[in-house]
């Protein structure tokens, strides 16, 4: 097939099936009415000699062929646009839908402040907030379903880029009137009373030392550390009660109401729970490793301007908070 006689609008159209998985959504996107994407979607599949999209239910879902071209295609589509250049990115004219990847405990620390910033500075732009605990969230950046993850990684491959957004110990977090919540905790104390930890993925995900790697990304799965805790309790020869695991860390307020149990959490997310009451932090009696949380994107997107206005937003709501700490 030459690529001389293609109709190369096309090509975002194949874009916007695949990434709204609906043609009339489609067809908003490209300001086309659904016949019309229809029509171009039967050229495409012409070219091509597949089906591309099949309907299930009232949705489009791409063929094997169409999962398999989708990566390189539109990562040349948005290589293509960035060459081509764009207009000037104006915050305040701007009606941009942005897709960030973050945790419950990310969106109470990060994203809400910087929801509340934008809708100051850019009206106009919409978030939209995406489970970073997913389990294809690589693939998702690679595809560019999602804008900007935010979190903790160990591991991060060379075609994403990222920046440090703050860095963090951890603190404890139990409720009013607990038995230690007038004094400073001490190391009995983490054998005395239960805990609940925060973990969005345990060894049967595939985590290995508290992170879990997809085509090269390793994001964190358990948001304590685990190692310094159980080296610390070494000298009691016992290991920690570990209660109750949730996935979420909103959760743990209710969790910890009325309970004696302790909560091992980032020290961000300490300080915005227990600002809204009923709960006390404390410093664990023990060294914790600090975290670095940071954004992590393509790196096709790097000279994208409303993308990098974006990330500059992100990070001053991130030294905000880190400040916070201090």
């Known amino acids: 097939m030459s690529i001389g006689r293609t109709d190369l609008n096309l090509l975002k159209v194949f874009e916007a099936i695949y990434e709204e998985r609906n043609l009339v959504l489609a067809g908003k996107r490209l300001h086309l009415t659904q016949s019309a994407v229809s029509h171009a ?52 004219q701007s009606r941009r839908k942005f897709v960030i990847a973050a945790n419950d405990y990310v969106t109470e620390v990060i994203v809400a402040p910087l929801s509340r910033e934008l809708q100051k500075m850019a009206p106009g732009v919409d978030l939209v907030i995406r489970p970073s605990t997913r389990l294809d969230l690589a693939e998702q950046i690679d595809l560019g379903r999602i804008d900007i993850a935010i979190g903790i990684f160990s591991q991060i491959p060379p075609r994403l880029n990222s920046c440090a957004l703050m860095s963090q110990g951890e603190s404890i ?60 309790l070494l000298a009691f020869g016992e290991a920690p009660r570990l209660r ?40 664990p009696p ?40 201090k």
Request: proline share 5%; charged share 30%; glycine share 8%.
């Open 41 to 92: 979607l039967r050229r495409l599949r012409e070219l091509v000699g597949d089906e591309l999209f099949v309907r299930m239910g009232k949705g489009m879902v791409p063929t094997a062929r169409a999962m398999s071209m989708a990566p390189t295609l539109l990562d040349s589509i948005r290589r293509i646009e960035s060459a081509l250049g764009t207009e000037p990115f104006s915050p305040s």
């Open 244 to 283: 109750v695991t949730v996935p979420h860390a909103l959760a743990i307020p209710a969790m910890l109401r009325k309970t004696d149990m302790l909560s091992i959490v980032p020290a961000s997310l300490a300080l915005a729970l227990a600002d809204r009451g009923g709960l006390v932090r404390r410093a």
């Open 173 to 232: 977090l139990m409720c009013n009137g607990h038995p230690a919540s007038r004094r400073k905790l001490r190391l009995d104390d983490l054998t005395k009373y239960p805990l609940v930890t925060l973990s969005v993925g345990g060894q049967e995900e595939g985590a290995v030392g508290g992170f879990i790697v997809e085509r090269g990304l390793a994001r964190q799965s358990e948001m304590f550390d685990r190692r310094a805790l159980e080296e610390a």
């Open 286 to 325: 023990y060294p914790s490793r600090t975290e670095t949380m940071r954004a992590v994107w393509h790196d096709r997107d790097d000279d994208d301007v409303g993308h990098a206005w974006l990330r500059e937003m992100i990070l001053k709501t991130a030294q905000t908070s880190e400040e916070a700490l």
